[in-house]
């Protein structure tokens, strides 16, 4: 048994707001953006120095489709940070999506919280949930400062991988019914290429013919180390910038700081690898350079925690509608393959086109799924949200985040009002705050 020590220490209590959120990434941001502007007094802490979590720090490229061909799906927060980053020419778009500039996303981020007043704090680590009986009593956080602890009404838990609420006794599941992970990415920034002779040499950066056959040629050669097909490749940024979602990272254990480590020294190694082929195959990048990589590595799975109810694949297969809806959305099942293969690929591929939804369609998002199911003053909002594994794969992006973000914010606001748990809010209250901006919602 590993040996143990017995720790105590007289910690301050910081801060006393009405909401704590706990990280700054999509999720979490519209949960605190949300609650301040419902009225509610609200500090959100994050343990890195910026905010945008996986969407700027992890330099995920795109804004996975925020409608439905016909509507927004993520109205109300999501709407407004694509307007400002249109209004800033920062999204490259797509008809449903776009692809990001990180550093203009940045600073909406920071514009769209210093104006709601909610107060954003950086370097707070939480490293205790102090709770009992399914309440949070307190939130512990490590930061230059030392130790100290917040006392809240409502704490939202935007940590992306349920880490308050697991710690304060929520049950979750994670990853797949054999124990598998998806695989884990560094995205990473590229410059120095010629976009308009890549596009004529028709090898565009996914896994169609063309790159397969490159793929092939490096693998024989031994240019690339790992035969990894899956190839999601790079998407422009701006006129001389793209950015890249290239390379997999396997059997990563999110749960391991070993694991997680030892996959950072991987990847960044093999991004050069990546460079060297993009240099070398592809017309347009012969003077290409990666110019910097995430300062997280983009894990793709973690806690799903257990809430009221588990949205589910049978929802997502009858386009479902519920009664407590908070929004509406419609992304693919993108369940990237545990393994490198060929074989992997087409399955992955398959799936994601079967579950393609048409113009118009999309599931329901229920508030119950923000609500774990042990605890009763704490809301979960972004990827650890209540899904079954298909479901997550699809809400995990986000414009996904930003819908349940938004939801959570509001609804703490509503309970902090009333001097109620977030289960027992009104939830006609809740839907009509949403709809006054401009969410989409049936039921
Ligand atoms: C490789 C990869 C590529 C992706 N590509 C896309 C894409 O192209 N388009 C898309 O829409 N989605 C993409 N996604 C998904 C998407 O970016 C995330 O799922 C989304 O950012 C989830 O938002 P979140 O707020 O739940 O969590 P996160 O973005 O993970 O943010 C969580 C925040 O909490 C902070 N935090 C964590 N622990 C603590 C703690 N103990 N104390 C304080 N703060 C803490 C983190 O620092 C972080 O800022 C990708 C994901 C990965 C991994």
Redo the contacts with the bound molecule.
């Keep these: 048994m590993a040996a143990t020590i017995s720790f105590h220490s007289e910690i301050p209590v910081k801060y006393r707001p009405q909401v704590l959120v706990?990280?700054?990434?999509?999720?979490?941001?519209?949960a605190a953006v949300s609650a301040a502007r419902q009225g509610a007094e609200v500090l959100l802490?994050?343990?890195?120095f910026?905010?945008?979590?996986?969407?700027?720090?992890?330099r995920?490229?795109?804004?996975?489709p925020f409608s439905d061909g016909e509507r927004i799906l993520c109205g109300g927060f999501g709407a407004e940070v694509i307007k400002r980053l249109q209004a800033r020419a920062q999204l490259y778009g797509f008809e449903s999506?776009g692809a990001?500039n990180a550093e203009h996303l940045k600073l909406i981020y920071e514009d769209l919280l210093g104006e709601s007043g909610a107060v954003v704090l950086y370097g707070?680590?939480?490293?205790a949930v102090e709770h009992e009986a399914g309440h949070v009593k307190a939130a512990v956080?490590a930061s230059v400062e030392g130790l100290f602890a917040v006392e809240a009404a409502v704490y939202i838990d935007?940590?992306?991988?349920g880490?308050?609420a697991s710690w304060a006794g929520a049950e979750y599941a994670a990853g797949g019914e054999n124990g598998e992970w998806?695989p884990?990415?560094?995205?990473s920034l590229w410059a120095g290429f010629d976009w308009k002779k890549y596009l004529e040499g028709k090898a565009f950066g996914h896994d169609d013919d063309n790159m397969l056959a490159l793929l092939d040629k490096a693998f024989a050669a031994g240019e690339l180390q790992q035969t990894d097909y899956h190839h999601?490749g790079l998407?422009r940024i701006s006129t001389v910038a793209a950015?890249g979602?290239v390379s997999h990272e396997f059997d990563v254990n999110p749960y391991s700081v070993e694991s997680v480590s030892q996959a950072l020294i991987r990847a960044r190694k093999r991004l050069v690898e990546y460079e060297r082929f993009y240099r070398k195959h592809i017309k347009g990048f012969e003077h290409a350079e990666i110019i910097g990589s995430?300062s997280?590595?983009?894990?793709?799975?973690?806690r799903r925690i257990i809430g009221d109810y588990v949205l589910n694949v049978k929802d997502f297969e009858a386009r479902a509608t519920f009664p407590d809806e908070i929004g509406r959305y419609n992304?693919s099942a993108d369940i990237h393959p545990p393994r490198p293969g060929r074989k992997e690929l087409e399955e992955h591929k398959r799936l994601f086109q079967a579950t393609k939804m048409k113009r118009g369609e999309s599931y329901g998002v229920p508030y119950r799924i923000l609500l774990p199911a042990a605890l009763n003053n704490v809301l979960i909002?972004?990827?650890?949200?209540s899904t079954d594994r298909h479901l997550y794969a699809s809400l995990?992006?986000?414009?996904?985040?930003y819908i349940?973000?938004q939801a959570a914010g509001i609804a703490a606001a509503i309970a902090a009002e009333s001097r109620c748990e977030p289960r027992r809010i009104d939830i006609g209250s809740l839907r009509s705050r949403l709809s006054a901006l401009g969410v989409y919602m049936r039921g």
Excluded: K
């Excluded at 995920?60 to 996975?64: E, R």
């Excluded at 707070?124 to 490293?127: D, E, G, V």
């Excluded at 884990?184 to 995205?187: K, N």
């Design positions: 706990v990280g700054a990434g999509p999720g979490g941001i519209a802490l994050e343990s890195s910026l905010p945008g979590g996986l969407s700027t720090a992890g995920v490229p795109i804004l996975m999506g990001l707070c680590r939480l490293c956080f935007g940590t992306g991988d880490i308050l998806m884990s990415t560094l995205c999601t998407t950015a979602n995430g997280m590595l983009g894990i793709r799975e973690g992304f909002c972004g990827r650890c949200v995990r992006v986000i414009p996904g985040s349940t973000g």
